[in-house]
């Protein structure tokens, strides 16, 4: 398993006057299930965005195998291995499941029959086999959401960051997304998981790193973050209750 396969590392990210993302540092080994927890506005999908470079950071680097990449292309981003998924799902809602996932394969496969190919195996490790010719807007929005992920995972990505996959899901939903995530790892991918659903995150992470207003104020396992004295007053209310502050994020 290579250590620092991606490397944040003092990354600022301003709206005008607004700090979203401010000096932010951590890295990620390589086979990690990283979760980002924080309240709304904290900025982790900011961070999310520097790092897939559909925002440009301010300042900072973001290292992947070494190579910074934070001035490059989304496209580039997702060519070179890292995965994403969006807060609100971004899914071709006309098209079909097959063809949506197929979108994500042919960034690697660029013959139509290698790419169908690619997204049928895909399909059935996402469980979609019996759904590939359905309309993706008629999917549930847990469907959706996995459909997303499947689209990303497609692609053969190295790492896969996903923003909110759990939110609206009910406890079943929940526990299948995180045995999901788990069979990934299990496959050698690395994965950085945005959660409200502390339920979801905490059972499978092995760090979890916390922001909150653009600032990363804790980071260590499940259990020292949840008994961290910050973490309960920025965020826990209760044990596992995030305490919304109102939203005023725009959904990225
Ligand atoms: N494109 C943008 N333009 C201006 N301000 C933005 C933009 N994107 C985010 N912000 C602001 O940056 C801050 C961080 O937002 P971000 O969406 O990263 O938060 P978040 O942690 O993902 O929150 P949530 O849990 O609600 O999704 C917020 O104050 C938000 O209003
Ligand atoms: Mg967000």
Do not use: W
């Not at 973001?62 to 807060?87: H, V, W």
Request: net charge neutral; charged share 25%; glycine share 10%.
């Amino acid at each position: 398993m290579k250590k620092d396969l991606l490397i944040i590392d003092n990354i600022t990210k301003r709206f005008g006057g607004l700090l979203a993302n401010q000096n932010i540092s951590f890295s990620i080994d390589e086979g990690e299930i990283i979760g980002l927890i924080g309240p709304n506005g904290a900025g982790k999908s900011t961070l999310f965005n520097c790092i897939s470079c559909y925002y440009n950071s301010n300042s900072g680097k973001i290292l992947f195998n070494g190579t910074d990449i934070s001035r490059k292309t989304p496209e580039a981003i997702c060519q070179m291995g890292i995965g994403r998924t969006f807060q609100l799902v971004r899914i071709f809602k006309e098209m079909t499941v097959l063809e949506n996932i197929m979108i994500g394969a042919f960034l690697k496969h660029a013959k139509q029959g290698d790419a169908t190919a690619k997204a049928e195996e895909t399909a059935n490790l996402f469980g979609f086999t019996e759904k590939l010719s359905l309309e993706a807007g008629s999917l549930t929005i847990s469907d959706q959401k996995r459909l997303e992920v499947a689209r990303a995972f497609a692609t053969e990505p190295k790492i896969l960051l996903l923003d909110e996959m759990m939110a609206g899901l009910n406890i079943q939903e929940v526990r299948e997304t995180t045995d999901l995530i788990l069979k990934l790892r299990g496959m050698g991918l690395t994965l950085v998981l945005v959660e409200h659903v502390m339920e979801g995150i905490m059972p499978i992470a092995n760090r979890v790193i916390v922001l909150d207003y653009g600032l990363k104020i804790a980071e260590g396992t499940p259990e020292e973050v949840v008994n961290n004295e910050k973490v309960i007053e920025a965020y826990f209310g209760k044990k596992y209750h995030a305490k919304r502050r109102g939203n005023t994020a725009p959904l990225q």
